[in-house]
């Protein structure tokens, strides 16, 4: 029974193949590959940032993806998410890209869940993953994504576009968190969303190629290069800034732990 479950955490041959051109990378070799088979993430919001994250982790052999949206497919979704077409209007979003995931790499675990991430659920989603990645569209989910990933020690990267420019930014262990940079107080207006003020086709698949890659960095390597970093992208100038954060002294998740 070990012998064959130390089997199956191996490499296939046909893994082996797949996954090629990434384990001929200096500094990056079969064990970090094995890494990624191992892993769990949870990528909260199947948008236009999610969507396309997933698809890159599922590319990559990231083992296994639990997608969690509550959202259907709408035609004006199809400007910018790129794993929809037409024929997928009015299905929810997770299922439809949870079957693209698995037809896409048959050696990965995909789950949907076609709920809303809330008090009810957080912690049974979140407190068995190794990386959560979210990029969903609005405050209130991303308030409690940051706050069940303190809770739970998980670590947390996330994404966002709006218009022209994008945010990444990374949680992890004993860091500075979303509501340190963000206080709640002061970013509680949902209407700065896409569907109320507007998205360029290639913004939030930038956001999220940049999202996928610093998961695939953290998952393989163990690195965390934006930990207390947030990285502005800015898509008019096509400039990019990194700016280091402090822990708010103040912030009343980061008192909670």
Same mark, same amino acid.
């Given at each position: 029974?070990?012998?064959?479950?130390?089997?199956? &955490?191996?490499?296939? $041959?046909?893994?082996?193949?797949?996954?090629?051109?990434?384990?001929?990378?200096?500094?990056?070799? /079969?064990e970090a590959q094995e890494k990624l088979k191992l892993a769990n993430v949870l990528i909260v919001g199947c948008g236009g940032i999610g969507c396309t994250t997933a698809e890159l &982790?599922?590319?990559?052999? @990231?083992?296994? *993806? +639990?997608? *969690? $949206?509550?959202?259907?497919?709408?035609?004006?979704?199809?400007?910018? !998410?790129?794993?929809? @077409?037409?024929?997928? *209007?009015?299905?929810?979003?997770?299922?439809?890209?949870? #079957?693209?995931?698995?037809?896409?790499?048959?050696?990965?675990r995909v789950e949907s869940q076609t709920v809303k991430l809330d008090e009810s659920n957080a912690e049974? &989603? /979140?407190? +068995?993953?190794? &990386? @959560?990645?979210?990029?969903?569209?609005?405050? +209130?989910?991303?308030y409690l994504v940051n !706050?069940?990933?303190k809770q739970f020690n998980v670590p947390l990267i996330s994404a966002s576009a709006i218009g022209f420019q994008g945010q990444l930014f990374m949680v992890e262990d004993e860091s500075a968190c979303y509501e340190c940079l963000f206080p709640k107080e002061q970013h509680?207006?949902?209407?700065?969303?896409?569907?109320?003020?507007?998205v360029l086709a290639t913004t939030p698949n930038v956001m999220a190629s940049l999202q996928a890659h610093h998961a695939l960095l953290y998952l393989g390597l163990g690195k +965390?290069?934006?930990?207390?970093?947030?990285?502005?992208?800015?898509?008019?100038?096509?400039? !990019?800034?990194?700016?280091?954060?402090? #822990?708010d002294t103040d912030c009343p998740i980061c008192q909670a732990r």
């Open positions: 029974m070990t012998q064959a479950l130390d089997m199956d &955490l191996e490499l296939s $041959d046909e893994e082996m193949h797949l996954y090629s051109r990434q384990i001929l990378l200096d500094g990056w070799d /079969i &982790l599922a590319r990559a052999g @990231v083992g296994k *993806i +639990t997608l *969690i $949206d509550a959202d259907t497919i709408e035609m004006s979704n199809l400007q910018r !998410q790129i794993a929809y @077409v037409e024929d997928n *209007i009015g299905f929810y979003k997770a299922e439809i890209l949870a #079957k693209r995931l698995q037809q896409i790499n048959p050696h990965i049974a &989603l /979140i407190s +068995t993953q190794d &990386l @959560v990645l979210d990029g969903c569209d609005n405050f +209130t989910t991303r !706050q069940s990933c509680a207006n949902e209407n700065l969303r896409c569907a109320d003020s507007g +965390t290069p934006l930990k207390q970093k947030l990285m502005l992208w800015d898509g008019l100038s096509m400039k !990019q800034r990194l700016l280091a954060f402090e #822990k």
